[in-house]
């Protein structure tokens, strides 16, 4: 049964993925984006206009590829591919995780956002065999992520409002939602953070969560930079438990300093992980540590061992 399921996830998102290609090939032109997805950029437009004008977060409904019911901010740039799409534009990394995830995997959603993999792991996680953990920290999402995640009625999901980093305690945030992009908010400082508000949010290593949970089989980290804090404070579950890690790679001019990036995979490198790229059909293949030193754009790696 969980293999036919996976079949026809992949099958839909192939024929999701044309139609969302044309419109990433729009580029900047927000006229032609606009008449490519018709009705639904007017809902966009509304957030926008409620947010700019009255203050107001209006929420949407939507649906996932697969038909789930989850709720977005049209004004957030981040909502806009799921509005548009009913998917995410990491077809790589989504057919991955359809084809990897297990019954009883324990899959920690890293930077959970407004959750769309956590969601998606629901799917393949059993319920009564595995586990799902989602850390996001920035409050109003974070309400977001609960209404959507509907822990009411998947009893093994787990949601923190937490940031998870090298330290336990209170950190600054950069909360970039204020500028309609709420993925770009993080712990680490970047020049287009330069307008965006500031809070304090409270964080958490890994290895200190797992002292009162179940270690992660498989986590995917996604937190603008910040890779390299979560990793360090989770040396004791990397070398103790070696989870399969997929893990955003933020290209030289997203980063005050690459070194962030290149400590990250190092650290990974050190405790015996391989590297892989993620093709087109959800598939790896292994890659050299020296394509890190040096990178532009934004990618997805997994890392295993």
């Known amino acids: 049964m969980l293999e036919n399921k996976r079949e026809l996830f992949l099958n839909l998102i192939v024929d ?15 006229v032609k984006k606009a008449l490519f997805v018709k009705h639904k950029a007017l809902v966009k437009v509304w957030g926008k206009m409620l947010k700019k004008f009255f203050g107001i977060d209006f929420k949407y409904k939507t649906k996932t590829f697969w038909g789930r019911e989850i709720c977005v901010l049209p004004f957030d740039r981040n909502a806009n591919i799921p509005l548009f799409f009913s998917s995410l534009p990491e077809f790589e990394t989504i057919k991955f995780l359809v084809k990897r995830l297990k019954e009883n995997d324990i899959f920690y959603d890293i930077g959970a956002n407004l959750c769309f993999y956590t969601i998606l792991a629901q799917e393949f996680i ?87 949970h179940k270690p992660p089989t498989i986590m ?34 997203f980063l005050p300093d690459p070194s962030l990036r290149r400590n990250a995979v190092a650290l990974l490198k050190e405790f015996g992980y391989r590297a892989y790229n993620i093709l087109s059909d959800g598939e790896i293949e292994e890659v050299d540590y020296n394509v890190f030193h040096t990178m532009k754009g934004v990618s997805n790696y997994v890392f295993s061992k």
């Open 16 to 30: 999701i993925e044309p139609r969302l290609k044309k419109y990433l090939s729009y580029g900047s032109n927000k």
């Open 126 to 212: 059993n319920q009564e065999k595995g586990e799902i953990h989602a850390f996001e920290p920035l409050p109003e999402i974070f309400s977001l992520l609960c209404e959507n995640a509907k822990v009411h009625y998947f009893k093994n999901t787990f949601l923190n409002n937490l940031a998870v980093s090298d330290k336990i305690g209170e950190a600054e945030f950069y909360n970039k939602t204020t500028l309609s992009h709420s993925g770009g908010n993080s712990l680490i400082f970047r020049k287009e953070l330069d307008s965006a508000g500031k809070i304090k949010v409270k964080t958490i290593t890994l290895d200190e969560y797992i002292k009162t």
């Open 220 to 253: 995917k980290i996604d937190i603008e930079g910040a890779e390299y804090l979560a990793l360090k404070g989770a040396e004791n579950l990397l070398k103790t438990y070696s989870p399969i890690i997929i893990m955003e790679t933020l290209g030289d001019e």
